[in-house]
């Protein structure tokens, strides 16, 4: 079981706001950046989401992250069909010396 | 352009060891950090290791410490995982990614992945 406890699934209608949130404690969202990947199916993790709410280059704009506290969110406005995939959120573990990651949000355009 | 590539997956029988290795190439690979994150069959992403640019600093997942030793070799731009006492839970895809920031150890930000190169243990 994650440590970082992320929705199993959302879903939403093409053009829709939709967000996928992430719940940590004090010892890693709360002490540390969180990052976000996309996992396309069938394909390697990409980047998404940096440093809490940077964008890689080439990434849309339509995804924007932000952190509050011990959670963070990953929003995507203006949902598309290709934004289907796997979403994680990450961050180190002060106390366990490690990255963790979320337990993974499947996205669905519906 | 930054690219790295996985290879040595292979099908193994329990109790045994193998060895994957992580071409990197694009990029000054002495001076980042690396990962190895593995993805079971179905399942989400598992953090497996990570060692510093230097090779000084490595640190475990609580289920791989004692089995798995992560090592580079900075002069052929190569990372390694070294498995041993394979169990049927460590059949996985795995993947090794680049840290993005030079020297940076304590990090979640791995901004470039390998497709990866599936592990099977099973007798």
């Known amino acids: 079981q994650s440590v970082l406890t992320q929705p199993p699934s959302v879903s939403g209608t093409p053009g829709q706001r939709v967000t996928i949130s992430c719940s940590g404690s004090g010892s890693n969202i709360g002490s540390n950046t969180v990052n976000w990947y996309q996992q396309l199916p069938g394909a390697a993790p990409k980047l998404l989401i940096y440093s809490n709410y940077q964008r890689p280059s080439g990434v849309p704009g339509r995804f924007s992250g932000s952190k509050s506290g011990t959670s963070a969110s990953l929003a995507i406005s203006g949902l598309q069909s290709e934004d289907e995939a796997d979403y994680y959120c990450a961050a180190w573990d002060d106390s366990l010396n490690a990255v963790l990651f979320g337990g993974g949000t499947r996205l669905t355009a519906l | 352009q930054v690219q790295v590539v996985e290879s040595g997956g292979d099908v193994v029988q329990p109790g045994r060891s193998l060895r994957l290795s992580c071409a990197a190439s694009g990029f000054d690979f002495s001076s980042f950090g690396m990962e190895w994150v593995r993805q079971a069959p179905g399942k989400g992403l598992e953090w497996v290791g990570i060692?510093?640019?230097?090779?000084?600093?490595?640190y475990y997942s609580e289920s791989v410490k004692g089995r798995f030793t992560i090592s580079r070799d900075n002069s052929k731009n190569t990372l390694y995982l070294q498995m041993n006492s394979l169990r049927a839970e460590d059949t996985a895809m795995y993947y090794c990614?680049?840290?993005?920031?030079?020297?940076?150890?304590?990090?979640?930000?791995?901004?470039?992945w390998g497709q990866g190169t599936l592990v099977a243990v099973s007798s």
């Open positions: 060692i510093s640019y230097d090779a000084i600093y490595k």
């Open positions: 990614a680049k840290v993005s920031s030079p020297g940076t150890l304590v990090t979640s930000n791995f901004d470039y």
